[in-house]
């Protein structure tokens, strides 16, 4: 095979992902896993039906439309206008995608040049660096830094250049539980009109804000015809496993979307969309229970957290709590998460692996709090002995 090494220098250092690493050790070690983002429940019976019911009257079995059955856009469209107020043609301007992973790999491969400049909050969800890099382009990190981890949008003004494109936001954003607020939104807003940059928005947390309110970026002005708006079902309704995600978009930006999405999966989760359909339509109840349940969560683990040492940042929204483990004597976020299975059962994720400069994550760790309270109980007890 001669010494060219197999993997492509664009994916050079993005190796398996720390969800991998510490799942697996959580499952060696019978920890438990608050590493990774997923319910330790699954989401509504009557939404597992449908599922069910669609498979059995064979709804979905064979290709689905490339973009998405037209009741799963019709519903997203409804849930945008719903929600956020804004309205977008489901038969133009919404693509159904394998989750939001897809959705943000058909984006960024879809929209970016080699050589295009992207701006990303660090610390970033992992797949943005890979994608960025499989698209051929720069990424460039505007880094939120505790306590507040608010942007500094002077920072964010400096950052951009002639050869910026994109700006690639996440809120609520996942590891920090930070909201963009709505002053910050206006500004950045502004400035990508100003610059002429496109927005794509990671929103899948938009039904997890616990103070505050979820403000969609593509409802200022301007933005509309900017703006790439993506979310998926897996964390709102608890079935990370079906990987139903979606764009909504102008009708162009989705058309461009579109064409790099049919050659990543072209379709998937066939009968899970006739699902997900009846889910976004659920009523306000479920989302408010949804929410307080998890906000309950927050509350549990938060305390938890702070008795056992840890200097906890409550989150504004997002499922995650990141804290600070200087005050346990601990400076590594990495060796720490690395020896915690060992020292009393439990998984966290090191948020060093989610910034470009390791250093200003260092001390930090991440937990979840989407499982059951009697395993967030046991969870904190563990934690205690530190
Ligand atoms: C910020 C963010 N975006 C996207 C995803 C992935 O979403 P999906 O499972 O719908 O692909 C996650 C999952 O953890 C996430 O935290």
Same mark, same amino acid.
Request: charged share 20%; proline share 7%; aromatic share 8%.
């Given at each position: 095979?001669?010494?060219?090494?197999?993997?492509?220098?664009?994916?050079?250092?993005?190796?398996?992902?720390?969800?991998?690493?510490?799942?697996?050790?959580?499952?060696?070690?019978?920890?438990?896993?608050?590493?990774?983002?997923?319910?330790?429940?699954?989401?509504?019976?009557?939404?597992?039906?449908?599922?069910?019911?669609?498979?059995?009257?064979?709804?979905?079995?064979?290709?689905?439309?490339?973009?998405?059955?037209?009741?799963?856009?019709?519903?997203?469209?409804?849930?945008?206008?719903?929600?956020?107020?804004?309205?977008?043609?489901?038969?133009?301007?919404?693509?159904?995608?394998?989750?939001?992973?897809?959705?943000?790999?058909?984006?960024?491969?879809?929209?970016?040049?080699?050589?295009?400049?992207?701006?990303?909050?660090?610390?970033?969800?992992?797949?943005?660096?890979?994608?960025? /890099?499989?698209?051929?382009?720069?990424? &460039?990190?505007?880094? #939120? $830094?505790? @306590? +507040?981890?608010?942007?500094?949008?002077? !920072?964010?003004?400096?950052?951009?250049?002639?050869?910026?494109?994109?700006?690639?936001?996440?809120?609520?954003?996942?590891?920090?539980?930070?909201?963009?607020?709505?002053?910050?939104?206006?500004?950045?807003?502004?400035?990508?009109?100003?610059?002429?940059?496109?927005?794509?928005?990671?929103?899948?947390?938009?039904?997890?804000?616990?103070?505050?309110?979820?403000?969609?970026?593509?409802?200022?002005?301007?933005?509309?015809?900017?703006?790439?708006?993506?979310?998926?079902?897996?964390?709102?309704?608890?079935?990370?496993?079906?990987?139903?995600?979606?764009?909504?978009?102008?009708?162009?930006?989705?058309?461009?979307?579109?064409?790099?999405?049919?050659?990543?999966?072209?379709?998937? /989760?066939?009968?899970?969309?006739?699902? &997900?359909?009846?889910? #976004? $339509?659920? @009523? +306000?109840?479920?989302?408010?229970?949804? !929410?307080?349940?998890?906000?309950?969560?927050?509350?549990?683990?938060?305390?938890?957290?702070?008795?056992?040492?840890?200097?906890?940042?409550?989150?504004?929204?997002?499922?995650?709590?990141?804290?600070?483990?200087?005050?346990?004597?601990?400076?590594?976020?990495?060796?720490?998460?690395?020896?915690?299975?060992?020292?009393?059962?439990?998984?966290?994720?090191?948020?060093?692996?989610?910034?470009?400069?390791?250093?200003?994550?260092?001390?930090?760790?991440?937990?979840?709090?989407?499982?059951?309270?009697?395993?967030?109980?046991?969870?904190?007890?563990?934690?205690?002995?530190?």
């Amino acid at each position: 095979m001669g010494t060219r090494p197999l993997l492509n220098q664009r994916l050079h250092g993005l190796g398996t992902t720390i969800f991998a690493e510490m799942s697996a050790l959580a499952a060696a070690t019978g920890s438990i896993n608050l590493g990774q983002g997923f319910p330790d429940t699954d989401g509504p019976r009557g939404i597992a039906e449908a599922a069910a019911r669609a498979v059995l009257d064979g709804r979905g079995n064979q290709y689905p439309p490339g973009p998405g059955i037209p009741e799963l856009r019709q519903a997203v469209a409804e849930h945008q206008q719903r929600f956020r107020g804004l309205a977008y043609d489901p038969d133009t301007e919404v693509l159904v995608t394998a989750g939001a992973t897809e959705a943000i790999a058909a984006a960024l491969l879809a929209l970016l040049e080699p050589g295009d400049e992207v701006i990303a909050l660090e610390p970033f969800y992992d797949s943005y660096a890979a994608c960025i /890099a499989m698209a051929g382009a720069v990424r &460039v990190p505007l880094t #939120l $830094r505790a @306590p +507040d981890f608010r942007p500094d949008l002077d !920072r964010l003004r400096a950052l951009v250049t002639p050869r910026t494109r994109l700006l690639l936001l996440n809120s609520p954003h996942n590891p920090t539980g930070l909201v963009l607020d709505a002053e910050e939104l206006a500004a950045i807003a502004a400035l990508a009109v100003e610059r002429d940059l496109l927005v794509v928005t990671d929103e899948v947390y938009e039904h997890l804000v616990f103070s505050g309110a979820h403000h969609p970026i593509a409802a200022l002005p301007g933005m509309r015809e900017r703006t790439v708006s993506i979310s998926s079902a897996g964390k709102t309704f608890s079935f990370t496993g079906w990987k139903v995600g979606w764009v909504t978009a102008a009708a162009p930006l989705v058309a461009a979307v579109r064409t790099a999405k049919q050659y990543l999966t072209y379709v998937s /989760a066939g009968p899970f969309q006739y699902a &997900v359909a009846e889910a #976004l $339509r659920l @009523p +306000d109840d479920y989302y408010n229970g949804f !929410r307080a349940d998890l906000l309950r969560k927050r509350d549990l683990l938060a305390a938890g957290l702070t008795a056992a040492g840890f200097r906890v940042f409550n989150p504004e929204g997002t499922y995650f709590i990141t804290t600070d483990i200087t005050p346990l004597g601990e400076e590594d976020g990495i060796g720490f998460c690395r020896t915690l299975p060992e020292r009393c059962g439990v998984v966290a994720i090191p948020n060093a692996v989610f910034y470009d400069d390791p250093d200003a994550g260092r001390p930090l760790v991440r937990f979840t709090f989407c499982k059951r309270v009697e395993v967030l109980e046991e969870a904190v007890s563990r934690l205690s002995r530190l």
